[in-house]
């Protein structure tokens, strides 16, 4: 314990050995992750899951989304995926059919334009025929968040959640209606619940050592 006027050593001073850890796996990605799943009495209305891709080991950076929307108001309804680097998009959608996951058919061409302050994310994704806005806003203080990947053996996962207490969707300039509400599916790995409105920042998936990058990733099928 230090007194006061006493200064607390620099540990390394003390000591030469490291005071950092080098995970000695393979960085596969890192990435944003933003979540937005809306429903009303009838079921669900909006799912969106837009991935801003930071690094990817094979096919670089890029965005891509993957937006549902129910027909609304005598609206067409929505079921597409959004990206600005087509090859990353494809590797994406291959991995979640892999974990048979939802997939919204293959990708589109869009732009994505981002803008952040420190409790709120917004995204503008304009396609040749249709612009969506984003928007996480009264976001919570961080979920650290640390284990192995609940579907892929073999990765590593870290990364921090916020969760939103307000949100925002439009499409063509209308806003959606409906409720965000507890989503369970994340209680198996976490142990509770998140928000339906909740975006991940900065999470890295690294393949363990020993294991083969490719095979976990792309399970070896390459463009």
């Known amino acids: 314990m230090t007194t006061a006027g006493q200064s607390i050593p620099n540990p390394r001073e003390v000591s030469s ?12 990605v890192v990435w944003d992750h933003g979540g937005l799943q809306l429903r009303d009495d009838l079921g669900e209305i909006l799912y969106v899951s837009l991935y801003d891709y930071r690094f990817d080991i094979f ?54 334009v981002k803008s952040e302050s420190r409790d709120t994310l917004k995204y503008r994704v304009e396609g040749s025929d249709l612009a969506m806005e984003f928007e996480w806003s009264g976001l919570g203080r961080p979920i650290f968040m640390t284990g192995l990947h609940p579907q892929q053996a073999d990765i590593d996962v870290f990364g921090q959640v916020r969760e939103a207490s307000q949100f925002r969707a439009a499409v063509n300039g209308r806003v959606v209606p409906g409720s965000a509400f507890s989503n369970e599916v994340y209680t198996p790995w976490l142990g509770r619940p998140l928000h339906s409105a909740a975006v991940t920042i900065g999470e890295v998936l690294i393949a363990r050592e020993g294991s083969d990058p490719v095979a976990l990733w792309t399970q070896g099928h390459r463009r």
């Open 59 to 112: 096919d670089g950076a890029g965005h891509v989304a993957i937006v549902r929307l129910r027909s609304l108001n005598g609206e067409p309804a929505v079921d597409l995926t959004l990206t600005d680097n087509a090859r990353l998009a494809a590797s994406h959608l291959e991995r979640r059919a892999r974990m048979r996951r939802l997939v919204a058919g293959h990708a589109r061409p869009a732009q994505f």
């Open 17 to 28: 050995a490291p005071t950092a850890t080098v995970h000695p796996g393979t960085v596969l």
